[in-house]
């Protein structure tokens, strides 16, 4: 067969693995949107050109023969490959559609995530936003997520990870609380205070601290209070209400610290091991991303770089 014959035969192929798995005539032909004569006259021409029978004949069904089903394993990604690349092509003309499924933190996801949507969906109107809040971490592939929104300092390696915003972890309380029990000067003086902390494991709480500004040793503390909670929304709440000294992340602080509502203690040591240094929007690797997913990240990505974005 010459090469002007085996590009005549491509569509040949794929009429074939269609006829392979509809395991009849009649449901290919309905599949492609052709007649059952059609397809007959297509798998006729093929083996014609290979010189080769492709498929057996019965009197209620087909199936491929060894050779048929060889050929239709052996170009199957090739056409997987087109099509994947045809709707990219097709997205970049097309407004984003279609559905995006992420999961998120809680508290992030209250805070800075769920307030950017309205405006999001104003902009893409055919995209369908499902948001699961959750604190456990989810695989996104076995769970059928498009994306996740992770605080986190680390990201697998298997993913890919777009930055939307660096974070810092902030140790904080009320001016009311530290008038009655005055301000800690270094971490040491956080024992002798009322700690509200993250709840990770029933092991005794300590917080850790490296210095910012100066080269030297991390210094954990033991620390003990009377609330822990794995939610930093929970944390906040009750450090907003005088009652001790937290570690939170600046999106759950930041707003109450500008206002005066709470004051940052500490700024020359840096906490270290409670929070993630960073906000990420990740997903598995993939050659193929839908517009839809890609116009939302961008999006988000645009909010991070704002005083009120993620």
Not at 189 to 204: E, F, I, P, Q, T
Request: proline share 5%.
């Amino acid at each position: 067969m010459n090469e002007y014959k085996k590009e005549m035969m491509w569509s040949h192929i794929y009429w074939l693995s269609m006829l392979g798995s509809a395991g009849s005539y009649t449901a290919a032909a309905k599949r492609l949107g052709v007649s059952k004569g059609a397809v007959s006259q297509r798998i006729a021409e093929l083996e014609q050109a290979s010189g080769i029978a492709l498929v057996q004949r019965t009197t209620r069904s087909v199936r491929l023969t060894d050779a048929g089903q060889a050929l239709v394993d052996n170009t199957r990604h090739a056409y997987a490959s087109i099509e994947q690349g045809f709707d990219s092509i097709r997205d970049l003309a097309q407004m984003p559609r279609g559905a995006v499924r992420v999961t998120a933190p809680v508290a992030l996801g209250r805070q800075k995530i769920i307030p950017l949507i309205g405006q999001f969906l104003e902009e893409c109107p055919e995209v369908r936003i499902e948001i699961e809040l959750s604190d456990h971490v989810s695989s996104l592939a076995q769970e059928g997520f498009d994306l996740a929104i992770r605080h986190t300092s680390t990201v697998p390696e298997t993913h890919v990870a777009w930055l939307l915003r660096p974070s810092e972890t902030l140790l904080v309380a009320t001016p009311a609380y530290l008038a009655r029990h005055g301000k800690p000067r270094k971490p040491e003086d956080l024992s002798r205070h009322n700690c509200l902390y993250y709840l990770r494991s029933a092991a005794s709480p300590a917080w850790s601290f490296a210095p910012l500004r100066r080269k030297g040793d991390r210094q954990s503390v033991a620390i003990k209070g009377n609330f822990c909670a794995n939610n930093s929304e929970a944390l906040r709440e009750v450090v907003m209400a005088n009652q001790g000294i937290a570690l939170l992340p600046d999106f759950s602080a930041g707003e109450d610290l500008q206002a005066g509502r709470l004051v940052q203690l500490l700024p020359q040591w840096k906490p270290v091991g409670v929070f993630g240094d960073a906000i990420y929007a990740i997903r598995p690797y993939s050659a193929y991303v839908p517009r839809a997913v890609t116009a939302f990240v961008q999006y988000l990505k645009a909010k991070g770089q704002t005083p009120n974005g993620v």
